[in-house]
T-cell receptor, first 112, second 117 residues
């Protein structure tokens, strides 16, 4: 198993550009989530999914969209990037909503 | 509302010293889960431990030990005989569990531990 994978590892965007951060897991986990990590603020939940076809908002959802068409993939879309979205983004998954989440390696995003 | 406080922003110790990382949490729920994750300089998040609110038994895993005290809402992490490889940022986190319909983690702001050789 590759675990939780994220691509790209690093991305630079200009303000107003759009992009998709990819997250995939090969463990047949039902639960997947996206967090952002900012200096001095820990990690904050952006969006989560309890299963294919089901998504919901976390603490900081504005500016981000998600979809979950398959169990394996949970992409995060930035529709119009802003400098405030400069951050490190982590995807995580767990077998069910009752179990420990394991994190991907992260994507470092810089918005100029 | 849920809150996790890690008051120690940075700690430096000399190799082989013991060090305790503090974590204080707030929640009104009686069912919850507490976690510690490690973030080494390479940046990934590594799961260390999970405890549920009904199990206050302390846990030891090699040089790592955890002290969970509901009376003080604390879940402290001790590293015995620290090593340079322990240098990392350590995060404490809280989850309310499946009764909420989600598995959301509330993180503290982290403690950066530097072990000096």
């Amino acid at each position: 198993n590759a675990g939780v994978t994220q691509t790209p590892k690093f991305q630079v965007l200009k303000t107003g550009q759009s992009m998709t951060l990819q997250c995939a897991q090969d463990m047949n986990h039902e639960y997947m989530s996206w967090y952002r990590q900012d200096p001095g603020m820990g990690l904050r939940l952006i969006h989560y999914s309890v299963g294919a076809g089901i998504t919901d908002q976390g603490e900081v959802p504005n500016g981000y969209n998600v979809s979950r068409s398959t169990t394996e993939d949970f992409p995060l879309r930035l529709l119009s990037a802003a400098p405030s979205q400069t951050s490190v983004y982590f995807c995580a998954s767990s077998p069910t909503i009752a179990e420990t989440q394991y994190f991907g390696p992260g994507t470092r995003l810089l918005v100029l | 509302a849920q809150k996790v406080t890690q008051a120690q922003t940075e700690i430096s110790v000399v190799e082989k010293e013991d060090v305790t990382l503090d974590c204080v949490y707030e929640t009104r729920d009686t069912t919850y889960y507490l976690f510690w994750y490690k973030q080494p300089p390479s940046g990934e998040l590594v799961f260390l431990i999970r405890r549920n609110s009904f199990d206050e038994q302390n846990e030891i895993s090699g040089r790592y030990s955890w002290n969970f005290q509901k009376s003080t809402s604390s879940f402290n992490f001790t590293i015995t005989a620290s090593q340079v490889v322990d240098s990392a940022v350590y995060f404490c986190a809280l989850s309310l569990g499946p009764q909420t319909g989600a598995n959301n983690l509330f993180f503290g702001t982290g403690t950066r531990l530097t072990v000096i050789p």
